[in-house]
Structures are given as C-alpha cells and as structure tokens.
C-alpha cells in the first residue's frame, strides 16, 4: 500500500547541481595557447527570464579594425622620390614654355602690327613730303622773281606782283615739315621699342625722325627770316592794296586793278633784299634735307617689305 501510496504522488522535478571543478593550471595553459587565434567579441547580455523584451535594446557589433602592417612599414625607395621629382619639374618646365611661348606670340603679333603702322606713316609722309618740296621749290622761283622787281622798283609803276610774291615768300605752312609719328610716339609712351627685335628696323626708325628733327630746326630758322621779311616789307606797301590780293579763301591772286607800292625806301628794300636771299638759301638746304627724307622713307619700306612682307594698300 505504501508503494502505491508513493506511486500515485505526483512527481516533483529535482534539480541537482552539477559542480565542475577545472584546474587551474591545465585550464590557463589552454587559453594562453587559444588566445592568439580569437578575435575580441562583444557580449550581449542575456534577458532574464520573466523580463519584458521592451526592455531590451538591440546593440549593434562592433566593427572590427584590420591593421595591415604592410602599408604602415611600405618606405618609398630613392628612384620613387626622384621620378616625382621629374614629374613635378617637368610639369612647372612645360608650363613655363607654354606661357613663354604665347607671350611670344603676342609681342610678335604686337610687333608686326606696329612695324605696318610705322610703313603706313611712310607711305603718307613721301606724299607730304613731296607737297613741301613742291612749295619751297615754287617759293625760290617767287623769291628769284621778286629780287629783279626790286632792284628796279619804283612807286609810279604797278606794284601788283611784288604784292603777290611778298605775299606768297612770307607764308610758311605749307613748307613746314610734320612728318607723321603716331607710331614712334606709341612705342616710346608704351616702352615698345624692345618689341622691334629687328636692330636695323629699329635703328632706322630713331634715324628717320632724328633726320626729320633737323629738318624742323631749319624750318624755325626759315620762319624767324619769313617774319622779318614780313616786317620790314609793311613799310612800302600800302594796306588797302594789301588787302587786295587775296580772296576769301586766303588764296593769292593778281588783282584786276593795279595797285602800287606806298613809297620806295632804298634801305628798306636792301633790308627785304637781304631776308629773300637768306629765304631762299634757307629753302634750298630745306629742299636737299627732306629730299633725303623722302628717299630714306622709301628704302625704309623696302626694307620693312622684304622683312614683313608688307606692301601698300
């Protein structure tokens, strides 16, 4: 009875613990020797039972960092260091070239383009040039004419052409000489003149308006005899006369009346006498020097075509 007693109680589950015990010595030789072969880990503590999973965060792992000796012991070799050299030099040296030659290229172009104005000026100063020969050679001619009425001069004849040559001897514009200098002028306000990499250009150049200086020092010297003669002339002329031999546009004609000649004074007329030969001395060195103007231009722009190529338009 006591067996079916004991059989018919319920079963109670028993719980035995089990007891482990690990040498310390065999088990701390053994992590040692697993040590070097596991990688650290991050633990997540387990729940307990009869918590709420709410309350429980998920963690995220940590990231494993690989450290790769190869990259932090790698040393450059000597050559590496020397081919980065190059490379960098040869890229400052090709830089270098391209600038140097685009700016090359620029005072070429700038060059030529001042050399074809410089030409241009020629071309137009043969033509004023030519104009101020033509005046001082037809001022000579006045001047010749002018001397043999004087000579004979008398008041109670018609003084109509010693008006006009008078007239004509003492104006001095046309025979001035202003020889176009837009481009020299440019070139030294601009500091150009190192762009003329030609020396014999440039030197013909300098020479050219150096000429042309002391052909305008001569004109000075013609304008001081022109207005003496201008002044000394008034005392023998009479003004309303004067006044004739010219129309509105300042152009000198022969009046259609005669006209004569306020008094006759030899000293006056040997005073003028002298101022129209000191004029036409003057004249004729004036037309020697621009006649070797006008030539020098000319080789000038032979020279510059041959160079450049350059022709008239």
């Not at 410089?118 to 001082?136: G, H, M, P, R, S």
């Not at 006044?243 to 040997?270: C, E, G, Q």
């Amino acid at each position: 009875m006591e067996q079916n007693q004991n059989t018919d109680e319920p079963l109670q589950p028993q719980s035995s613990a089990v007891e482990v015990k690990v040498d310390s010595d065999s088990t701390s030789s053994e992590t040692s020797a697993l040590l070097p072969e596991l990688k650290e880990e991050t633990l997540t503590p387990l729940p307990q039972p009869g918590s709420q999973s709410s309350n429980v965060e998920p963690q995220t792992p940590a990231m494993e960092v690989h450290k790769h000796p190869h990259h932090l012991m790698h040393k450059k070799k000597w050559t590496e260091y020397l081919l980065e050299f190059f490379m960098i030099f040869f890229a400052v040296f090709l830089g270098f070239l391209a600038e140097n030659s685009r700016e090359h290229i620029l005072e070429s172009n700038r060059e030529k383009e001042y050399i074809k104005s410089f030409y241009e000026d020629l071309t137009a100063d043969e033509n004023d040039l030519q104009l101020n020969i033509n005046f001082l050679r037809n001022q000579m001619q006045e001047a010749d004419s002018l001397q043999k009425l004087m000579w004979n001069m008398d008041i109670k004849k018609p003084a109509n052409h010693i008006y006009m040559y008078l007239r004509g001897i003492t104006r001095s514009s046309a025979g001035l000489v202003y020889p176009n200098d837009r481009t020299i002028v440019q070139l030294r306000n601009a500091g150009g003149m190192r762009l003329i990499r030609n020396k014999s250009v440039s030197d013909s150049m300098v020479g050219y308006y150096r000429t042309a200086e002391i052909i305008q020092f001569l004109n000075q010297d013609a304008l001081v005899n022109k207005t003496s003669l201008r002044e000394k002339s008034v005392a023998l002329m009479n003004a309303q006369d004067f006044a004739k031999i010219v129309d509105s546009t300042s152009r000198i004609i022969n009046p259609s009346v005669n006209i004569y000649l306020r008094k006759a004074d030899p000293d006056v007329v040997n005073s003028c006498l002298v101022e129209v030969d000191r004029i036409k001395t003057l004249n004729s060195t004036l037309i020697h020097r621009i006649s070797g103007l006008k030539d020098k231009a000319g080789r000038i722009k032979n020279f510059l075509s041959g160079e450049y190529n350059l022709q008239d338009d």
